[in-house]
C-alpha cells in the first residue's frame, strides 16, 4: 500500500499562536512531499515542494518565513503556519511520492488532510 | 501558460444513468494524466492515470477516462453513476518534462448523483 497520515486533522488556535502539521508516508519512503492548501469546494493550491534533506521550494507568492517546511527524514515532512492568522484558516493538504519511483510514474500519494481554523 | 480546465463547476446526474466530468489542459509535450476523487474533509483519492497506450483508461470504483490528443482532453466516464459516487472530482495533470513533479490541477467538479 501507500498510505500517507497527516496530524492533527482537525486544530483550532488562537490569532498570534503557531500550529506545526505533520505529514507521514506510514509505509513507503518519501523522497518529495507537496503541501496544498485548499479553499472551500475549490482547487488545490500547491504551497512547496519539500525534498528529505534539503530545503524545500516554495511557489511563488507563498510567504516561506509564514509557511516553514521541514522535510526531516524519509517519511516526514512538517509545516509549521507560524503567527496564524483567522486568513490562514484552510484546509491543509499534503502529498508523497514513492523513493525510487520512476519519474514517469509521479503517481502523488495524499493525506487525509488538516483543516486549521485560526481564531 | 500550462493550465487544467474543468468547465463545469457541478454535474448532476440520477442514479443509474452514465455520467463524464471533463477536463481539457493546454500544456506542451504529452502530459500524464490523473483523476482524483475528494470526500468531505477527506484527501484526494486517486482514481486512474493514462501515462501511455490504450487512450481509454480503466480505474478505481468502475471509472474510466478517455485520452484525446487532438481535443486535449480526458474526461471522466462511468456507464452506471451511484449516489456514492457524489463527490468533488479533480483533473490533473504533469507535463513531460515537468521538474519536481507537480502536479497541475483543474478547478474541480462537484459530482451530484440522485437516487
Known amino acids: 500500500g501507500a498510505v500517507v497520515s497527516q496530524h492533527p486533522s482537525r486544530v483550532i488556535c488562537k490569532s498570534g499562536t503557531s500550529v506545526k502539521i505533520e505529514c507521514r508516508s506510514l509505509d513507503f519512503q518519501a523522497t518529495t512531499m507537496f503541501w496544498y492548501r485548499q479553499f472551500p469546494k475549490k482547487s488545490l493550491m500547491l504551497m512547496a515542494t519539500s525534498n528529505e534533506g534539503s530545503k524545500a521550494t516554495y511557489e511563488q507568492g507563498v510567504e516561506k518565513d509564514k509557511f516553514l517546511i521541514n522535510h526531516a527524514s524519509l517519511t516526514l515532512s512538517t509545516l509549521t503556519v507560524t503567527s496564524a492568522h483567522p486568513e490562514d484558516s484552510s484546509f491543509y493538504i499534503c502529498?508523497?511520492?514513492?523513493?525510487?519511483?520512476?519519474?514517469?510514474?509521479?503517481?502523488?500519494?495524499f493525506g487525509p488532510g488538516t483543516r486549521l481554523t485560526v481564531l | 501558460a500550462q493550465s487544467v480546465a474543468q468547465p463545469e463547476d457541478q454535474v448532476n446526474v440520477a442514479e443509474g444513468n452514465p455520467l463524464t466530468v471533463k477536463c481539457t489542459y493546454s500544456v506542451s509535450g504529452n502530459p500524464y494524466l490523473f483523476w482524483y476523487v475528494q470526500y468531505p474533509n477527506r484527501g484526494l483519492q486517486f482514481l486512474l492515470k493514462y501515462i501511455t497506450g490504450d487512450n481509454l483508461v480503466k480505474g478505481s470504483y468502475g471509472f474510466e477516462a478517455e485520452f484525446n490528443k487532438s481535443q486535449t482532453s480526458f474526461h471522466l466516464k462511468k456507464p452506471s453513476a451511484l449516489v456514492s459516487d457524489s463527490a468533488l472530482y479533480f483533473c490533473?495533470?504533469?507535463?513531460?518534462?515537468?521538474?519536481?513533479?507537480?502536479?497541475?490541477f483543474g478547478q474541480g467538479t462537484e459530482l451530484s448523483v440522485k437516487p
Open positions: 490533473a495533470v504533469r507535463p513531460l518534462y515537468n521538474q519536481g513533479g507537480k502536479l497541475i
Open positions: 502529498s508523497a511520492r514513492k523513493l525510487g519511483q520512476a519519474s514517469s510514474y509521479n503517481e502523488q500519494f
